[in-house]
């Protein structure tokens, strides 16, 4: 598993993805889908409302943390996080996770091209280049997800044997404005311990 994410790691970071490390807590109220919170998973003593639950997705701090640097004036985000995410507090209901978020322009300023904001597409071709290398001889389908992070006829979960592996979409109008990110973003999430079964 330890190789796997080593590997994962140096792809994205190859490809020029950014990676950021975020607390493994989040606000009661950017626990996403509200049925998965779990009372149990609260911090007796939090540091802040803002950190107060121990967190089901990578993706509300990579969000608030896309939405502060808009604020500051960059205007083009490709970012990854590995992490754990948290359905009880027992060994088993934690998931080790990769996210990634592309948001606003895909490329830097520059007077040869005009800018484009990141879409589902550039997303997706990056998933396949990562999963072609981990899972080359396991071919991926895709279906259309449920997850309420994504605008629902944008988004894809990606199934290998069967399994569930990960899922990806363009970030739900909805969210951005929760969020506050005003620029288009999509998102996607891999499950570690589920591609591990592949090797």
């Known amino acids: 598993s330890k190789n796997?994410?080593?590997?994962i790691r140096d792809r994205l970071a190859n490809l020029g993805l950014d990676e950021i490390k975020s607390f493994t807590f989040?606000?009661?109220e950017k626990v996403i889908p509200q049925s998965e919170y779990?009372?149990?998973l609260e911090i007796k003593n939090p540091i802040s409302k803002e950190l107060s639950i121990m967190r089901n997705s990578l993706y509300p701090n990579m969000l608030d943390a896309i939405a502060k640097n808009y604020a500051k004036g960059i205007d083009s985000?490709?970012?990854?996080?590995i992490g754990d995410v948290f359905k009880g507090t027992e060994y088993p209901d934690q998931e080790k996770k990769i996210?990634?978020?592309l948001s606003g322009y895909h490329k830097k300023k520059n007077w040869h091209y005009s800018r484009r904001n990141f879409d589902f597409f550039d997303l997706k071709a990056l998933i396949i280049e990562i999963l072609n290398e981990t899972l080359p001889s396991h071919s991926l389908n895709y279906f259309r997800s449920k997850n309420e992070y994504y605008h629902p006829g944008k988004s894809a979960d990606i199934i290998c044997k069967g399994l569930i592996v990960g899922s990806f979409g363009e970030l739900h109008p909805k969210l951005m404005k929760k969020f506050q990110i005003k620029q288009q973003t999509v998102l996607a999430c891999l499950s570690l311990n589920k591609l591990?079964?592949?090797f």
């Open 77 to 81: 985000f490709s970012i990854f996080e």
């Open 38 to 40: 779990n009372k149990i």
């Open 4 to 7: 796997l994410e080593i590997d």
């Open 196 to 198: 591990i079964n592949f």
């Open 26 to 28: 989040i606000s009661r």
């Open 99 to 101: 996210s990634l978020v």
